[in-house]
């Protein structure tokens, strides 16, 4: 009841948090869960012989976890957070490595590990631990911030052994991490040298992973309808039974949806898609509600990235506050648009789920810590603080 009271506390006009925030998380929870009940139709009863009403049980349990750690977050300063980041950071290392001695095979990888059999995933726990422990490290060195042993490095070791581990079974949620990381360390003005140079070994590192890999070959030459690498079998990577499969029939559900959509519920390719609740979520709900609703959901994190970037980041009360900001706010809108992406044939086949919207645990876990220090941080805004100081003026004027 706490968590409820908190988010409640949160939309009433005496909470200092950013209500946009809290509204748009809301929103993009409701129609998350509309269309993991449309999505997971086909998989419950045909797959797992159970009705889908237990999938959306399930879901709406995680979503109120979510929810509910978003507004706990959002109660606890998130410089008392900063403290613990290292330790953190730490312990998800060690759930990431113990991933690749007894991970859970899923998805083509070894992203989950399984205690008191309940699965989740440490890498969404390693990405909020490491944007929090990166922004406290940019901020300890500021004074010798474009020192390259003393600043960058340090941030380098950490970022390097966190991308690596997370980039093995899990390549394009390293990318996102990466870019994310590499935009607080421009904000914190790190040399845009030593950026360049940690952006080519990002790059390099990724065309390894990608070359010792022939199943994330065959995504890349999938996507761009050649054959470039020796390890895939060409003949099975342009069948449109085969690599191409998914992308195929997620366009396939942008076409029947058209303008305004075939209407809730009717969505006949949630039948074809392999992962319709999760990695292609957002192609159900561009033909359930057509183009209009894909860019009506959107907009919504379109208006996560302006309140994140322009008033919470802007009006940080201090550096960490700010880089934190910057971090968090580009982590869950490069999802959403990532994920967009792919459901539109306009980025290859990723898998990363569509933050509040998809059907998860652990990331929608992950997204809600997230949104909860982002509204945390707008409580301590320096200008809400001026404007309430105004208004009390104004009043006893």
Known sequence: MSALNAIKHMLTDRSPADKYVVWVVLALS????????????YLAEVRAGVGPEQF???????????????????????????????????????????????????????????????????????RVALVFYVAVLLVQKQEYVKSFGHAFLPILVWVFVTVVLIGVDDLSTAAVLLGAVMLMCFVGRISIFQLVGLGLVGVVLGGALIVNSPARAARVEAYLGMDL????????????????????????????????????????????????YNDFIFAIIAEEYGILGALLLLSGFCVLLFRGYLRI?????????????????????????????????????????????????????????????????????????????????????
């Open 229 to 276: 690498f020796d390890n895939t079998n060409t003949e099975q990577v342009m069948d449109r039974q085969g690599e191409r499969y998914q992308s195929q029939q997620a366009r396939m559900a942008f076409a029947l949806g058209g303008l305004t959509g075939v209407g809730p519920g009717k969505s006949t390719q949630r039948d074809f898609l392999p992962a319709p």
């Open 56 to 126: 959306l049980l399930r879901h709406l349990l995680r979503v109120g976890v979510a929810l509910g750690a978003m507004g706990v977050v959002s109660l606890i300063d998130y410089r008392t957070l900063a403290r613990y980041s290292r330790l953190a950071l730490i312990g998800a290392l060690g759930l990431l490595v113990a991933v690749k001695v007894a991970g859970h095979f899923s998805a083509g990888a070894d992203r989950w590990l399984r205690i008191a059999g309940f699965g989740f995933q440490p890498s969404d726990l390693a």
């Open 30 to 41: 409701a129609v998350g869960v509309v269309a993991v009940y449309s999505a997971v139709t």
């Open 313 to 397: 980041a802007r009006d940080a009360p201090d550096p960490l506050g700010l880089l934190l900001a910057v971090g968090f706010t580009t982590l869950i809108v490069a999802y959403g648009f990532v994920h967009a992406g792919v459901s539109c044939g306009l980025l290859p086949v990723t898998g990363l789920p569509m933050p509040f919207v998809s059907y998860g645990g652990t990331s929608l876990l992950a997204n809600g810590l997230m949104a909860g220090v982002l509204l945390n941080i707008s409580r301590h805004s320096t200008g809400r603080a001026a404007t309430s100081e105004r208004r009390t003026q104004s009043a006893i004027a």
